[in-house]
């Protein structure tokens, strides 16, 4: 057997166990990133081999949380990709805004960074009660951070630079108590989110949504997850309501592709009108 | 169409000069050029308007298409990272995209599409380093090297950006150090028994 074979074997074992063990199923990833990830964690965690981790991810739920963050690529921004949020702004806010209640999911939220930019552009729409995001995410330390809304400092200028180029009508500053090297979310940003974990993988639908974020997971699923989660999208949205998704990932192939409309190509908003 | 030399694909690194360097190595290439070609160039300042892959197809024989997500990788055609995303080789040989962090300061990185295709190819790639200011792609090219691949380098001294290729020949045993214009002909000679196959159902041959 091959060196890469053999590292293939011990990535299935590692997985296997901890689907067994703890319920995360890893199994339709894409396998060239998590390798790159195990690779890391490998490192972080001083260890040579894969398998030499699975003793301790058994019986260590720490170790394991630790393991959970490193696997799952968090990166994320305020405003990331400005122009999504623009049109964000122009085609579906307007649309929405006349509605008695409005339900936003954030799938994948990740740091939070993405859930306060979506909290002032309703602020800056009117939309002040009335509303409800749910924000979930299966890591749950970085949902952790996602609560606090305290970033690095040293993000604020490309955070500012993204919240001018989506149309921002004040100035970001405004949103924010900066302290040392870093900045803190305004308290009333947070009023209508509810962080919470959930599994896109493993669990269903929580509600009746009208309008689902998901932007940059659904890339690192293969194409079986990805429709799993289409489904799900599909089976959460109220019909006209609106889905999001990354802008290198394309709801064209699925089989759920019928039931919406394309709004805006580039920025991946579609419309559910059946 | 049989492969009896064993190559399946080839993957190429390109960062400053990359504009002038990829049509010179794209362009001799004949359509009927056996594997495909993949490619990171480090992010182009013009971004994401698909400028960079109609500035290839303009000049080469070869259909050049940005890369996306769980494609399938098909033979004689040109892929090219997009702008701001990893590109990974999945060992079903499946294009993947991926956001994480920056690797050596860049996204798309070279070391992550080598690395990732020297784990989908393993002995059947053909790794090309091309100008560049960084040292990314030199780990990449070490483990394609590891792998029982071909490992190819501009060379230095004829490169816009030496630092890149020179990081590739430090960091390990490179099969052909070569000038841009040699390139395109040892990539023929190397899969000249596939060319010579397939040009017998296809009947035409540069
Ligand atoms: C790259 S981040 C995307 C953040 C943000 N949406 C953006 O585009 O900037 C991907 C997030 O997806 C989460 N994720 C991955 N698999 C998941 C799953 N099965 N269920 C829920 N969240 C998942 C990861 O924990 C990570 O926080």
Redo the contacts with the bound molecule.
């Keep these: 057997m091959k060196r890469t074979d053999i590292e293939n074997l011990e990535t299935k074992l590692l997985l296997d166990a901890i689907y067994k063990r703890y319920g995360?199923?890893f199994s339709h990833?894409a396998t060239a990133s998590l390798k790159r990830r195990i690779e890391h964690f490998l490192n972080e965690s001083n260890h040579d081999k894969i398998t030499e981790t699975i003793p301790r991810l058994l019986y260590d739920e720490v170790f394991f949380e630790e393991l959970?963050q490193t696997?799952?690529?968090?990166?994320?921004?305020m405003f990331?990709?400005p122009f999504v949020y623009r049109a964000i702004r122009g085609k579906i806010i307007p649309t929405l805004k006349d509605l008695p209640f409005l339900k936003i999911w954030?799938?994948?939220?990740?740091?939070g960074?993405?859930v306060y930019s979506m909290a002032i552009l309703l602020k800056e729409a009117g939309i002040f009660k009335n509303f409800h995001i749910y924000a979930?995410?299966?890591?749950n330390h970085?949902l952790e951070r996602a609560r606090e809304g305290i970033y690095p400092l040293k993000n604020a200028r490309i955070s500012t630079v993204n919240y001018q180029k989506s149309d921002g009508e004040t100035s970001f500053s405004d949103y924010y108590q900066s302290k040392y090297d870093s900045v803190i979310m305004n308290r009333d940003l947070k009023k209508n989110i509810t962080f919470a974990n959930?599994?896109?993988?493993?669990?269903s639908v929580f509600g009746e949504m009208n309008f689902i974020?998901?932007?940059?997971?659904m890339?690192?699923?293969d194409k079986i997850?990805q429709e799993r989660v289409f489904h799900l999208f599909n089976d959460s949205l109220s019909i006209g309501g609106f889905l999001c998704i990354?802008s290198k990932e394309s709801l064209q192939f699925s089989e759920v592709y019928d039931n919406f409309e394309e709004v805006a190509r580039k920025e991946r908003i579609y419309r559910k009108i059946r | 169409m049989s492969k009896k030399n064993g190559y399946k694909a080839v993957v190429v690194g390109v960062s400053a000069g990359g504009m002038d360097a990829l049509p010179r190595i794209l362009k001799p290439l004949p359509k009927n050029f056996p594997l495909p070609i993949i490619i990171v160039q480090h992010t182009h300042p013009s971004g994401d308007d698909g400028f960079f892959v109609r500035y290839l197809n303009q000049r080469c024989k070869l259909e050049v298409i940005e890369a996306t997500e769980n494609q399938p990788i098909e033979d004689g055609k040109v892929y090219l990272a997009p702008a701001d995303r990893h590109l990974l080789i999945e060992q079903d040989r499946l294009l993947a995209l991926s956001?994480?962090s920056k690797v050596n300061h860049s996204r798309p990185s070279i070391d992550v599409l080598f690395e990732s295709a020297a784990d989908a190819y393993d002995s059947g790639l053909i790794g090309i380093i091309l100008t560049g200011a960084t040292s990314d792609g030199a780990k990449g090219m070490k483990k394609i090297d590891d792998c029982g691949g071909i490992t190819i380098a501009q060379n230095p001294e004829t490169a816009k950006a030496p630092a890149m290729p020179k990081a590739a020949i430090e960091a390990c045993e490179i099969d052909y150090v070569l000038p841009l214009e040699n390139i395109p002909e040892e990539l023929l000679k190397l899969t000249r028994k596939v060319i010579f196959t397939s040009s017998l159902n296809q009947g035409d041959i540069s």
């Design positions: 995360y199923d990833y959970i696997l799952s690529i968090t990166v994320t921004e990331r990709d954030h799938a994948g939220c990740a740091t960074e993405e979930t995410d299966f890591n970085a959930h599994n896109l993988v493993t669990d974020i998901c932007r940059n997971v890339i690192y699923f997850l990354g | 956001t994480a």
